[in-house]
C-alpha cells in the first residue's frame, strides 16, 4: 500500500484560492478578537469617570481579560490538539463575542471584571489556534507572510475600537462599545461552514477521505490516489505534555520564546491600556488620544506584514530582535516633547514593533515547534505571556498613581523591549540554525523548492 506524507504537499504548494479564504477567514476572526481586546484602552477614561476609579483600580479591572487570556491560551490550545482546531475556534470565537456583549450591562467593577475574565478566556484560546490553523495550511516559502497578514486582523480590530470609540463614546456612552460585539455573532454558520479543519487532525482521526479532499484544494497540482495512506511525520499522538516543550533539545528555545513574549505583551498592553489616559493627563483632548491608539494599531499592521515579508526572506529571529531594538528606542522617546508629525510616526514605529513583533512572535513560535504539538506549544507560550500581559496594566496604573513625569512612565515602558531584544538574539544564536533539533529551521531564510521535499519542519 502506498504511503504519502502530507507536509511535502502543504509545504510546496503554490498560493490558490484554498489559501486566500484562510487568511481571510482567520483574519476575521482575529478582527473581532482585536476589538475585544483593545476596547478597555478605549472605554477607560469614561469607566474611571463613571465608577470614581483610582489608576491602580483601573489597572487591576484591565487585567481581569488577561488573566483570562493566560487560562485560556494554556487550556484551548492543548484542547484543540484533542477536539480539533475548527471546533475550538468556533468555541472561543462564541466565548469572547457573548462575553463582550454582556459587558456593555454591567452595572458594578466587580460585574464588569467577572465578564472580562470570560470574554479573555475565550481570546486567549482563539489566536493560538488561528495562528496554528493558517502556518498549517500556509506554503514555506510564504508561511511568515500569510501569518502575518492573517494577524494584521488584530490591528485591524484595535483600529476599529478606536475608531467606533471616538464616533460612539461622546453620543451612545460606552455601553454601546461592547453591545457592538454581538455582531459578529451573526457570521458564525459562515465560519462554521467554510473555515478548514487541521488536515493533521483529520489524520490523526483516520478520516483518510476527508484529508484527501482537503489536500486536493491546498494542493491542486498533486494527484492523490485513493487507496493511498496519509501520514504526518510529526504526527505521533493526540496531545502533547507540556513537559515535551522543553524536551529534545527544545528547551532554550522554549524559555527564550516564553520571556520574549512576557515582554513584548506587558509592552502591548501596557500601551493599549494606558496610552489614550497618559495623553490625555499630557493635555491632548479625548478624540486626539484615540487617535493616537488608531495609530499605534495601524503601526502594528504594518509591522507585522512588512516583518513577515523579511522574515521569510532572511532570518525570522533577527528580524525580531531588529524590531524589538527599534521599538524599545520609539517607546522611550514618546515620553519627550516633540512635534506632532513626530509625536505619530513615533507611536506608529512602537505600534509596529510592539503589535507587529508580537504577530512575528507567533509566526516564530508556529515554526519552531513540530505539527503535533504547534497548538501545545503556541497555547504555553500564549498563556505564559499572558503574565505580561497582566502586569503591562498594573505597571501603568501604578506609575500613573506614582504621578511620575510623562517620559518617566514610557522609560518603564521601554525596559521590556531590550530584555526582549536580547532573549531573542539568544534564541537566535542557541536555535536559529535547527528549529526543532536534527532538522532544517523553518525559521531563518527559506531552502530552495527541491530540498524542501526532504524537510520535515512542520
Known sequence: MKTIEINPIIDNARFTRFHGMVVALCALLLIFDGYDLFIYGVVLPALMSEWALTPVQAGALGSYALFGMMFGAFIFGPLADRIGRKKGIAICFVMFSLATFLNGFAKTPAEFGIYRFIAGLGCGGLMPNAVALMNEYAPKRARSTLVALMFSGYSLGGMLSAGLGIYVLPRFGWQAMFHAAAVPLLLLPLIMWKLPESVGFLVRQGKDKESRDMLARVNPDVKIDAGATLVSTDAKGVGVPMLDLVKDGRAAGTIMIWLAFFCCLLMVYAL???????MAGAGYSLGSSLSFLLALNFGGMAGAIAGGWLGDRF???????????VGTVAIALLGFNSPMPVLYLLITIAGATTIGTQILLYANTAQFYPLQMRSTGLG?????????????????????AAALPLKMNFLFFAVPGLIAALAMGVFSLRCGGSAHPTRANPVTRQAPLHALRAEQTR
Do not use: Q
Not at 493599549?272 to 497618559?278: E, R, Y
Not at 532570518?315 to 531594538?325: D, N, T
Open 272 to 278: 493599549g491600556s494606558w496610552l489614550p489616559k497618559l
Open 315 to 325: 532570518s525570522l529571529p533577527k528580524v525580531v530582535v531588529a524590531f524589538f531594538a
Open 380 to 400: 504555553w507560550a500564549s498563556g505564559v505571556g499572558r503574565t505580561g500581559a497582566i502586569v503591562g496594566p498594573l505597571l501603568g496604573g501604578s506609575l500613573m
